[in-house]
């Protein structure tokens, strides 16, 4: 899992133009141009992405010798198979069958060393916008520059993927743990605020019941670990330990109570951050909480 390394310090602004990359890992095709609007969930470019070659011990799923490994398959080089078909299998008398099924959709690519060779069928890796926006800019091959305006909370510390869903404030202030006795089903699908969690049950609630992520003030260092392990976006704004979420953050946030926010534990360039966006017709403004002590 991935986890930003940036200062110590929390970055804030309640309303502010951003502008964020979506940039593929590997060159494919720009679905949109400079210009278009773009919601979160819009698809603005795609690349084909080769499967990888895999190598499957058939002696030790079929449990025969090397030599007899091309003797009980099923299948022959260059034949494309789904997943769960059957590649080899072995029946003996007063015994179960033993059956070794193909791991994904693919091709068998040959039989050596006891070993079966299959290579995965290429698949397409889809970008999507991430923030809702104006594209402004194009980067040939590779994706776009999106524009947007809204809310940013840079956090100190996250971990975890993207996502996005709609503001759940469940602590009535900063500095108030989030318990996860107030973490049920009505919460899926919505990123929870809180002061801090100090109980490694909130996070296993919380990716029981699918939330899409929390925005926390701090955490106990203990628990940095739990969280990595998760597949669950988690910024940070303040530090490690037991402190408050700072107040012009957390009061931000309680004002867009049932608002869509994007939440990155960890982006492209290794910033967590929450961008909850807003209409231009507000006006700018900019603050930045201190940075922390240490």
């Known amino acids: 899992m991935v986890t930003s390394s940036q ?4 970055r804030f602004s309640p309303l502010t133009h951003i502008a964020r990359q979506r940039l593929l890992p590997t060159p494919g095709e720009i ?22 070659l895999l190598s499957i011990d058939a002696t030790q799923e079929l449990s025969v010798g ?29 015994m179960r069958t033993r059956v070794l099924k193909a791991p994904c959709t693919g091709t068998v690519q040959g039989v050596a060393d006891g070993r079966i060779f299959f ?6 890796l889809q970008l999507r916008a991430s923030v809702p926006g104006e594209v402004i800019e194009e980067h040939p091959q590779h994706g776009v520059t999106i524009s947007t305006y809204g809310c940013l909370v840079r956090g100190v510390w996250g971990t975890g993927g993207e996502n996005q869903g709609l503001l759940a404030i469940m602590v009535g202030q900063a500095g108030e743990a989030l318990v996860w006795e107030k973490i049920d089903p009505r919460y899926r699908d919505t990123i929870l605020v809180g002061g801090f969690v100090d109980d490694p049950t909130v996070l296993s609630r919380a990716q029981q019941f699918r939330i899409r992520g929390l925005i926390l003030g701090s955490l106990l260092p203990s628990l940095r670990p739990f969280c990595e392990s998760l597949s669950l976006p988690i910024v940070i704004t303040e530090g490690m330990g037991r402190m408050p979420m700072a107040e ?21 360039q290794g910033q967590s951050e929450v961008i909850i966006p807003r209409s231009e017709n507000i006006e700018e403004t900019t603050s930045a909480v201190a940075p922390l002590s240490r």
């Open 7 to 10: 200062p110590l310090e929390t």
């Open 31 to 52: 679905l949109v141009k400079v210009g278009d609007r773009v919601r979160a969930e819009d698809i603005v470019a795609q690349a084909t992405v080769p499967g990888q």
């Open 66 to 94: 090397v030599a007899s490994v091309p003797r009980y398959m099923q299948v022959g080089e260059g034949e494309i198979v789904a997943a769960g078909d059957t590649l080899a299998s072995v029946r003996r008398l007063g």
């Open 119 to 124: 290579l995965e069928e290429p698949r397409t």
């Open 248 to 268: 012009p953050v957390y009061n931000c946030l309680r004002s867009l109570h049932g608002e869509l926010a994007i939440i990155s534990g960890a982006n492209h």
